[in-house]
Structures are given as structure tokens and as C-alpha cells.
């Protein structure tokens, strides 16, 4: 499955953002999803996970409350809502499937990846 990312940018502190994914060349429902983020000279980190039907999600305990993954099967595209954010959320966001269920929290588990969308965070 393809994956190709959009709606990153430049946000001040305290703003929000929304980032999407969508996918083809694929049975999206197959693939629970996720999203990580990779800053300069930092690992990737998971950041959030959806399952296939969407009902069960799960964060990193430094987005839990301020984030929100959902997904719309009808449209192949996997969301991240990002309110309140901190310059430390500075990062590139990649979307990814997996066949893990219900979802994967690392990274190795995930078969498919997008390109990247850049979110700077000012302070």
C-alpha cells in the first residue's frame, strides 16, 4: 500500500494542526495505522495508533490528551489532529500500516511508510 502524507506546516505554541494520510494500491481496511515522528538527531517514536475498524486507539504518553488519531475507511485516509502544541512537538510526521493487530507500537512492525510531512512548532 502507498501512503502519502499531507498538512504539516508552521504552527505557533498553542495552535493546532491536522495532518492526513491516504492510501492506495491497497485493501485499506487490512492495515491498522500509525503515526511517528522523527526529530533531528532523535529516533522515530510512535506517537499514535488506530486499529482496522478504528474503534480501539492508543498514544504516546507525550500526546496523550492532545492528540487524535481517527480514520475514514471510506476515504483511505488515516487523521492526526494536533491541538496544543509544543515546540517540542517539532518533528516529521510519517503515517504507516501494519498487519499487526490492533494496532503496533514500533516501528520495524510496520510494512509500509509515507514520505514525511514536516510540523514546526514556535515558541
Known amino acids: 500500500v502507498q501512503l502519502v502524507e499531507s498538512g504539516g506546516g508552521l504552527a505557533q505554541a498553542g495552535g493546532s494542526l491536522r495532518l492526513s494520510c491516504t492510501a492506495s494500491g491497497g485493501t485499506f481496511t487490512s492495515y491498522a495505522m500509525g503515526w511517528f515522528r522523527q526529530a533531528p538527531g532523535k529516533e522515530r517514536e510512535f506517537v499514535a495508533g488506530i486499529s482496522r475498524g478504528g474503534a480501539i486507539t492508543g498514544y504516546a504518553d507525550s500526546v496523550k490528551g492532545r492528540f487524535t488519531i481517527s480514520r475514514d475507511n471510506a476515504k483511505n485516509t488515516v487523521y492526526l489532529q494536533m491541538n496544543s502544541l509544543k515546540p517540542e512537538d517539532t518533528a516529521v510526521y510519517y503515517c504507516?500500516?501494519?498487519?499487526?493487530?490492533?494496532?503496533?507500537?514500533?516501528?520495524?512492525?510496520?510494512?509500509?511508510w509515507g514520505q514525511g510531512t514536516q510540523v514546526t512548532v514556535s515558541s
Open positions: 504507516a500500516a501494519t498487519i499487526s493487530a490492533p494496532y503496533a507500537t514500533t516501528a520495524p512492525a510496520y510494512d509500509s
